[in-house]
């Protein structure tokens, strides 16, 4: 890859591992089985299972029909930057839940959402998925503070 960049940003830690999930049901039931514990926490859309400080996680959202790793990064704006600018796409997420790369599709609106850049802001994270120039997706997550005990109702 060549650097077009004075500071390179190297991916060394993955965050979780997101697996699509067309029943969410079973899916965490498979998943509690093979882990040997339950969901560390769940919605209607999604669970997740924390592992030796790692997240598995599935999704029932379509973003994608395979598995999608989430690589920690300190500074997401600046590492997203980065791999933009050593030939990665952002993607963005669309009305039907798919990504796609930015500009072939009008970005899912709403105020956690960049359409610019692809960044979303959730509760506790910052996520981008890129695609890098091989075609493959992967995702950078900065964590951000949040109180988790004042929003678990």
């Known amino acids: 890859m060549e650097n077009k960049n004075e500071t390179e940003i190297r991916l060394t830690t993955i965050a979780s591992i997101v697996y699509p999930a067309r029943n969410l049901n079973q899916g965490i039931d498979t998943w509690a089985s093979l882990l040997g514990k339950d969901p560390t926490w769940q919605n209607e859309d999604f669970a ?11 999704s029932r959202l379509p973003w994608v029909d395979y598995p999608l790793i ?18 990665a796409k952002a993607m963005v997420e669309i009305a039907d839940g798919s990504l ?17 850049t692809g960044v979303v802001d959730m509760p506790g994270a910052r996520l981008a998925v890129l695609k890098a120039a091989d075609g493959n997706l992967f995702a950078l997550t900065q964590e951000v503070p949040f109180d988790w005990s004042e929003n678990n109702e």
């Open 70 to 87: 989430f690589w920690k990064v300190e500074d997401i704006e600046k590492a997203h930057s980065y791999f933009i600018t050593n030939g």
């Open 48 to 58: 997740s299972f924390n592992i030796e400080n790692m997240d598995i996680s599935l």
């Open 100 to 116: 796609v790369e930015i500009g072939k599709g009008k970005a899912v609106e709403g105020n956690n959402h960049n359409p610019d």
